[in-house]
């Protein structure tokens, strides 16, 4: 059992209109899953996405499958 802590982040395209999320991949070595959470609720809920579904989700948009935004 790891006690390592989330260290968030959030992207550098991110601007500041408030409309980000924030990722903590720094726990995909030890329990296989990206936390992501609302910026501006750093209190509120935490997502635990699998590491493999989170990799298919990037690669998803990088390639342009959900559409622009």
Avoid: H
């Avoid at 601007?15 to 509120?44: T, Y």
């Amino acid at each position: 059992m790891t006690t390592e802590s989330p260290r968030w982040f959030k992207s550098s395209y991110s601007g500041n209109g408030g409309q980000c999320v924030e990722v903590a991949i720094n726990l995909v070595d030890s329990l296989g899953i990206v936390p992501v959470r609302d910026s501006k609720e750093q209190a509120g809920p935490v997502l635990n996405v699998a590491a493999a579904s989170f990799a298919s989700f990037v690669a998803g948009a990088r390639a342009g499958e959900f559409g622009a935004v």
